[in-house]
């Protein structure tokens, strides 16, 4: 009976054990920040309440995928978002020219009474700088309550290091 037992442990060990391939030719990729080329913010916040924001951004070639948005609270009611890709390490890789341009967005919350400061990673600059879309969103009082949207591009860019 035991020798039976061991014949079936080896045989399941070598099968277990001639699975693993460590020749992995799967495709292998990175995680790049991608620029984001605009956003839309309503006018206004109201207290408490739940916001869709949405921003565009830029997907320079062909082995560039959005995976999704990575943010840093980087003060009580400023936040920092970047559009995070994954990209293919390939040697094929085309330039984008036409539908280069993809939409996400991402849920938020109005926790304080403050204005909220969204910056928007857009790229960096020729000194290697960072450089941000910067939207500022007041929270609204009863009386001064608001629908439109503000969008991002028409508001302003800085530069942030």
């Known amino acids: 009976m035991m020798k039976i037992f061991n014949s079936i442990l080896l045989l399941v060990t070598l099968v277990v054990a001639s699975s693993c391939d ?3 030719d799967n495709t292998n990729f990175h995680y790049e920040t991608l620029e984001i080329t605009d956003a839309k913010l309503p006018e206004a916040f109201e207290y408490g309440k739940l916001y869709t924001v949405e921003f565009n951004y830029l997907r320079p070639t062909n082995c560039h995928y959005y995976e999704g948005f990575d943010f840093q609270k980087t003060d009580k009611t400023e936040r920092t978002i970047y559009a995070i890709g994954a990209v ?3 040697t094929d890789c085309q330039e984008l020219t036409e539908d280069n341009i993809g939409t996400a967005t991402f849920n938020f919350e109005v926790r304080y009474n403050d204005p909220y400061t969204f910056k ?3 790229g960096d600059n020729e000194d290697g700088e960072k450089q941000y879309i910067t939207i500022e969103v007041p929270v609204a009082q009863d009386s001064t309550r608001t629908s439109g949207i503000k969008q991002a591009n028409i508001i302003k ?3 942030y290091n």
């Open 22 to 24: 460590v020749d992995d």
């Open 157 to 159: 860019s800085s530069q």
């Open 88 to 90: 293919l390490d390939q």
């Open 120 to 122: 928007f990673y857009s």
